[in-house]
């Protein structure tokens, strides 16, 4: 399994940006598709999440209403719209399959070997 994250840059605070998730070696059609990020010195946190049945999107209270979570099965792709960003939204972030946990908010992670992320940084 081999995930390309790609679509960071540099913004200023207030600003958009669109990553995507290519996929290759499975089809994400049969798994939910996460999104998460990491600081350096803290631990990786979940972003969103979306459903491999009906698309349904589940996002950390830190984004919502700000990040878009979707899907292209058809291209083994998954983005994840990202508008009115700010500073505490930088960090290099990372797309894996998930498997759905009961005591678990989010999804778990499926594999254990991560693409490399894409780094957002948002500054003034």
């Known amino acids: 399994v081999q995930l390309v994250e790609s679509g960071g840059g540099m913004v200023q605070p207030g600003g958009s940006l669109t990553l995507s998730c290519v996929v290759s070696?499975?089809?994400?059609?049969?798994?939910?598709m996460n999104w998460y990020r990491q600081v350096p010195g803290k631990e990786r946190e979940e972003v969103a999440f979306?459903?491999?049945?009906?698309?349904?999107?589940k996002y950390a209270d830190s984004v919502k209403g700000r990040f878009t979570i979707s899907r292209d099965n058809a291209k083994n792709t998954v983005y994840l719209q990202m508008d009115s960003l700010k500073p505490e939204d930088t960090a290099v972030y990372y797309c894996?399959?998930?498997?759905?946990?009961?005591?678990?908010?989010?999804?778990?992670?499926?594999?254990?070997?991560w693409g490399q992320g894409t780094q957002v940084t948002v500054s003034a």
């Open positions: 894996m399959a998930g498997i759905p946990h009961p005591d678990l908010e989010f999804p778990v992670a499926a594999f254990d070997s």
């Open positions: 979306i459903s491999s049945t009906d698309h349904s999107a």
């Open positions: 070696g499975l089809p994400i059609s049969s798994f939910d």
